[in-house]
């Protein structure tokens, strides 16, 4: 079976193909952790959807930031505080790395990447591990 990031990288080579895909925006993702380091790219698709990827390195493993959490979930708020899950982040603890790819409609949003108990959480922890506001154009 083919890694995440292997995965990602052949929709984005694909949608180039097709030629549905414009520019990426590109941004440096806010980490609570110094050593944390990533950045979530926005490229528009087909349909007004926006693909928004996302890619962490050097994280922890999850139960390292408060006892009992498991997952990484991310999350897109909206400019009126809602927040959306979007997915569990794909973690890679041989790597210390993770991925996440996920569409939107929004035009302005946070990521919100958090520690979890559990993936099917409805609403965000309190551990917050990086977030970054977006705007696309």
């Not at 009126?80 to 991925?99: C, E, F, W």
Request: glycine share 8%.
């Amino acid at each position: 079976m083919p890694s995440r990031a292997a995965t990602l990288c052949c929709l984005a080579l694909a949608s180039l193909a097709l030629g549905c895909m414009q520019a990426a925006q590109t941004y440096a993702l806010r980490s609570s952790s110094p050593d944390v380091t990533g950045q979530v790219s926005i490229e528009r698709i087909e349909g007004g959807q926006k693909l928004v990827v996302l890619q962490l390195e050097q994280l922890p493993p999850p139960e390292r930031l408060a006892p009992g959490l498991r997952e990484y979930v991310v999350w897109l708020q909206d400019p009126r505080g809602a927040a959306v899950k979007v997915g569990t982040l794909d973690y890679d603890r041989a790597h210390q790395s993770g991925n996440l790819l996920a569409t939107t409609d929004l035009p302005a949003f946070t990521v919100r990447v958090t520690g979890e108990r559990d993936a099917n959480t409805s609403q965000p922890s309190g551990v917050l591990l990086a977030e970054r506001n977006v705007l696309t154009n």
